[in-house]
């Protein structure tokens, strides 16, 4: 949780008698109205919305119960960063990647686009890969496994496997890929696709 400094104390708590204005007027509320529902007095509703009363929590619970916002709404705490993630592709390989977490450690999202290749290098690294095929079909290779998989399909495996995945066809491959390092896994295994009329 950030900390308020204290110089910004006075500005948050001037903020606070013009917000409650403002969820009462929103509610269509009288002050009457107000003093009736949480038992403060008209007066005193009114010089906390002028800021000529500080705001209490004996106040602000009860107003706060009344207009049914919490707690931090009414003092206005601090925003948080947007959380969106700028998506910016990079080309990998002939791949275009675009990153779906902002940490540098831990689990990792990838959107991935891979185009037909010709090249099945397999490779071993340290880590737990989760792929999630989104359109095309995917190709798969890992160890002794050759599996093809379609849109909705899901595979996870240790990447200490020697392993390789690509589009299966002409057509481009999507997928959503989540890599974790070791000890980091899913709870899904990759598996060669049932054949119809197979139970």
Known sequence: MRRIEDS???GVLAEVGPRLKRLRTRRGLTLTAVAALTGISKSTLSR?????????????????????????????????????IRLKPRNRNGRLVFPLTQQSSGV???????????????RVHKG??????????LRLILGEHDITMGPGE???????????FGAAGDEPVEILSVHG????????RAAPRRTAGRA
């Open 48 to 84: 906390l919305e002028s800021g000529q009363r500080k705001p209490s929590l004996e106040l602000l619970l009860p107003l706060g119960e009344a207009y049914r916002v919490p707690l931090d709404e009414l003092v206005g705490a601090p925003e948080v960063g947007d959380p969106r």
């Open 108 to 122: 990792q999202v990838w959107k991935v686009v891979i185009p037909p290749q010709r090249d099945r290098e397999l």
């Open 181 to 188: 390092s070791h000890g980091q896994r899913m709870h899904v």
């Open 128 to 137: 737990y890969e989760w792929l999630y095929v989104l359109s095309g079909q």
């Open 154 to 164: 899901v595979a996870e495996f240790d990447t200490q496997l020697p392993h390789w």
């Open 8 to 10: 910004a104390i006075p």
